[in-house]
């Protein structure tokens, strides 16, 4: 079955940098793009960016921009996001999601990886 | 601020209908992008519940519906039960953000 799973909880300093990885399996990895959304604690969900692994290609949400990097490893089926210079507003649960397209929905999800900057 | 305004919650009895609306603008849903929507029950991860406006997919009963019309977009559900108690997101494109998916701010549906 279809299953993307994210790395565990990380803690960091303010200034720091973090990298999420989320595994792919149960389907052809190049054949959709992965996206990364974040939702802090009681807010929405909030689109960071996307990624064709087929292309390398990505895109990233203008807030984002010149801090967050999505990667892939097509060996191991496996994206990442990485996202710099660490805020405490950037505490968070990071989700991966595929999707199809650039207009196709986000069919599945991974479990979410909480981020943690303490002030 | 989100480009997609929600109602911040609804509620409804067991068995009644509900409907939850989203309204965005002529550089999104008016733009003739697609919507869809997506449930999140608390403490898990959003999933997919209506694509492409009015689409279920497998295994989504058919309590869910969804519609779009101009600038806007709504998901009904019918026959409210008690695990229907979560908090619904749509979410399309928009052409100002420069390739930007945009999510609705959440509404939470409450079963009384």
């Known amino acids: 079955q279809v299953q993307l799973v994210q790395s565990g909880a990380e803690v960091k300093k303010p200034g720091a940098s973090v990298k999420v990885s989320c595994r792919a399996s149960g389907y052809t990895f190049t054949t959709y793009n992965i996206n990364w959304v974040r939702q802090a604690a009681g807010q929405g969900l909030e689109w960071m960016g996307w990624?064709?692994?087929?292309?390398?290609?990505?895109g990233y949400a203008q807030r984002f921009q010149g801090r967050v990097t999505i990667t892939r490893d097509s060996s191991t089926s496996t994206a990442y996001m990485e996202l710099n210079n660490l805020r405490p507003d950037d505490t968070a649960v990071y989700y991966c999601?595929?999707?199809?397209?650039?207009?196709?929905?986000?069919?599945?999800w991974g479990q979410g990886t909480l981020v943690t900057v303490p002030s | 601020q989100s480009l997609l305004t929600q109602p911040p919650s609804v509620s409804g009895a067991p068995g009644r209908r509900v409907t939850i609306s989203c309204t965005g603008s002529s550089s999104n849903i008016g733009a003739g992008y697609d919507v869809h929507w997506y449930q999140q029950l608390p403490g898990t991860a959003p999933t997919l519940l209506i694509y492409n406006n009015n689409n279920r997919p497998s295994g989504v009963p058919d309590r869910f519906s969804g519609s779009k019309s101009g600038s806007s977009a709504s998901l009904a559900i019918t026959g409210l039960q008690a695990e229907d108690e979560a908090v619904y997101y749509c979410q399309t494109y928009d052409d100002r953000l420069s390739g930007s998916r945009v999510f609705g701010g959440g509404t939470k549906v409450t079963v009384l």
């Open positions: 990624m064709n692994p087929k292309s390398g290609n990505t």
């Open positions: 999601a595929r999707g199809k397209s650039w207009l196709q929905p986000f069919d599945r």
